[in-house]
């Protein structure tokens, strides 16, 4: 109960696409604040892009933008990233958070997330 499990993640050329997929066992999915973040090795975990309970709003960090799209579909308890144009700088491992709480300016803070996937890593070569 309360799992996120990530998939979809791989090694792709600098110029192609991945999709993630976060599967939430997350009772009352509908009512979190959805998020994905990226780590490398040694460094703090990056928010890069988030989204409304109803999917209505989104965030997304600004090397990100016009390249990835963050979706969700409720009814299947799903959460998604469309990477495209990946670059060897999105190279990191990609996880999905919860938050029981409405996000706003501040959506990119790991510390409103209470609930985190497992990781999926993504590598981009140039």
């Known amino acids: 109960q309360g799992q996120l499990v990530e998939s979809g993640g791989g090694s792709v050329q600098a110029g192609g696409s991945l999709r993630l997929s976060c599967a939430a066992s997350?009772?009352?999915?509908?009512?979190?604040?959805m998020a994905w973040f990226r780590q490398l090795p040694g460094k703090e975990r990056e928010g890069v892009a988030a989204?409304?309970?109803?999917?209505?709003?989104?965030y997304y960090t600004d090397s990100v933008k016009g390249r990835f799209t963050i979706s969700r579909d409720n009814a299947k308890y799903m959460l998604y990233l469309q990477m495209n144009s990946l670059k060897p700088e999105d190279t990191a491992m990609y996880y999905c958070a919860a938050a029981s709480l409405i996000l706003g300016g501040r959506w990119y803070d790991s510390s409103f997330y209470s609930r985190w996937g497992q990781g999926t890593q993504v590598t981009v070569s140039s």
């Open positions: 989204i409304s309970p109803a999917g209505s709003t989104t």
């Open positions: 997350v009772y009352t999915y509908d009512r979190y604040s």
